[in-house]
């Protein structure tokens, strides 16, 4: 009996030490202050070194104005269009034009109908705007000075001294070219080559050189584009005659 006395008033003693404690603590607790946060938002006005702001620019856009190509005109009465042939001093200052083969515009003109003295045209095989290694034009050589009659003054040196060079113009680029080979001849289709493997090109253009009426120091090289001029001669058996010319566009 005594030892259950006894430990009734022990429990008895550590249930008021807690109590006591509690009330101790928690009244420490109340007196303590929480410090104010140092992350403390700061506002412009407040910053030692202001950021300047700076208006926001209107951006207005330059007016663009758009020019019609010149070439579309041509384009709209025919759409095989593809340049401008000019030689000065001649009559040559003529459209030129592309068909599907190289037979339609020998009867037809620029219009597609039907005229024997046709159309100057370009090969069919080339592809225009200046991405050829060799474009060919042909042309009639009409009784009365149309067409490509004037290309036979070429005949004479003197012309092809002060005439050396002529302008073709496609859709987007006005192009120079200089005669470095004037010859009559057969119609020979080996003038008229339009691909070259490796080499054969600078070997077409030593061959045109060879063939030559006269002796020009016109120089082409591997990297050059060509132009050639073909007419119908009649010094020669079903003859032509070849003008041969280099791009110098600069």
């Known amino acids: 009996m005594k030892k259950k006395y006894w430990i009734a008033i022990l429990s008895s003693i550590l249930l008021i030490q807690s109590a006591y404690y509690y009330t101790i603590v928690s009244a420490q607790r109340k007196d303590v202050k929480t410090p104010e946060s140092t992350l403390v938002q700061t506002t412009l ?8 702001i700076k208006p926001v620019e209107k951006i207005v856009e ?31 200052d003529y459209p030129v034009v592309r068909g599907k083969d190289n037979d339609f515009y020998l009867k037809h003109n620029f219009y597609k109908e039907e005229d024997v003295l046709g159309a ?7 592809a225009g705007m200046g991405l ?15 067409m ?22 496609d859709s987007f680029t006005k192009r ?18 339009v691909s070259f493997e490796d080499g054969e090109f600078t070997e077409f253009v030593d061959t045109l050189k060879n063939e030559s009426i006269f002796s020009l120091d ?20 079903d ?5 041969h010319a280099v791009e110098i566009t600069e």
């Open 239 to 243: 003859g032509r005659l070849f003008i």
């Open 120 to 126: 100057i045209f370009m090969d069919y095989r080339n």
């Open 218 to 237: 016109t120089p082409v090289s591997e990297e050059d584009t060509i132009l050639t001029l073909v007419t119908c001669n009649y010094d020669v058996n």
């Open 62 to 92: 330059e007016e663009r104005i758009f020019e019609k190509n010149a070439a579309a005109e041509y384009y709209d009465l025919n759409s095989d269009y593809v340049g401008w042939l000019t030689i000065e001093d001649t009559e040559v």
């Open 132 to 146: 050829d290694k060799h474009t060919i034009l042909y042309g009639h050589y009409a009784k009365y000075g149309q």
């Open 148 to 169: 490509f009659k004037d290309l036979d003054r070429y005949l004479s040196e003197d012309f092809l001294t002060a005439n050396s060079e002529f302008i073709f113009t």
């Open 176 to 193: 120079t070219y200089k005669i470095f080979s004037v010859h009559p001849s057969d119609a020979n289709a080996d003038f008229v080559d």
């Open 45 to 52: 006005k407040d910053k030692e070194v202001k950021e300047e």
